[in-house]
């Protein structure tokens, strides 16, 4: 079992940064692939940004030149940078990791969520 624990949500205004940060513990052999995912009231969970364990990174359009995803492996933690924050980022933003246990399953795991609110 793998647990993940995220931080750093909150209300900010527009133009404003703010920075996710989601802990991975556990069952961990080690992580492949890390994200962030969002959904905002009465829209689907959008994929937002993700990297792999050599740090490649991908990022939703909305986002681009805007949020940075990185990660620390030796604290199996995936971080978002999220700077000139707009109102339409207004979301519950989610991490996603996928890791392989000492027993060698892979399971993809999902944090509880975080708000962010970004006022204009």
């Known amino acids: 079992q793998v647990q993940l624990v995220e931080s750093g949500g909150g209300l900010v205004q527009g133009g404003g940064s703010l920075r996710l940060s989601c802990a991975a513990s556990g069952n961990i052999f080690s992580i492949a692939d890390m994200g962030w995912y969002r959904q905002a009231p009465g829209k689907q969970r959008e994929p937002v940004a993700a990297i792999t364990p050599g740090g490649s990174t991908t990022y939703a359009d909305s986002v681009k030149g805007r949020f940075t995803i990185s990660r620390d492996n030796a604290k199996n933690t995936v971080y978002l940078q999220m700077n000139s924050l707009k109102p339409e980022d207004t979301a519950v933003y989610y991490c996603?990791?996928?890791?392989?246990?000492?027993?060698?399953?892979?399971?993809?795991?999902w944090g509880q969520g975080t708000q962010v609110i970004v006022s204009s």
């Open positions: 996603s990791v996928r890791t392989r246990g000492w027993d060698l399953k892979e399971i993809a795991s």
